[in-house]
């Protein structure tokens, strides 16, 4: 079965920058949309930023400007470059790869702590 593997989570100043990567154990076709979600303390879950399989990408406003997702097929990879992270920027992260008929497979999160 295939499994989502976080990495480059930690602790980081406010202002400096993480590369969170999330890499699947086993062939990821190129159809799947992937992304990442965030769940800081005490709060929902929200979604912070998709790929689809064109390479078309969104993020919530919040990080617009800030953030930029990539995916590297060939490696069944989707990153995620954080700059100028802010305190609010503090959460697990977990990415996700959906499939075409909604099937959605969840990594077990990494921890971006930013310190004031």
């Known amino acids: 079965q295939v499994q989502l593997v976080e990495s480059g989570g930690g602790l980081v100043q406010a202002g400096g920058s993480l590369r969170l990567s999330c890499a699947a154990s086993g062939s990821i076709f190129s159809t799947n949309t992937m992304g990442w979600h965030r769940q800081a303390s005490g709060k929902q879950r929200e979604l912070v930023a998709f790929?689809?399989?064109?390479?078309?990408?969104d993020y919530v406003d919040s990080v617009k400007g800030r953030f930029t997702i990539s995916r590297d097929n060939a490696k069944s990879t989707v990153y995620l470059q954080m700059n100028s992270l802010t305190p609010e920027d503090t959460a697990v992260y977990y990415c996700y790869v959906r499939s075409p008929r909604d099937d959605t497979l969840w990594g077990q999160g990494t921890q971006v702590t930013v310190s004031s």
């Open positions: 790929i689809d399989s064109t390479g078309s990408s």
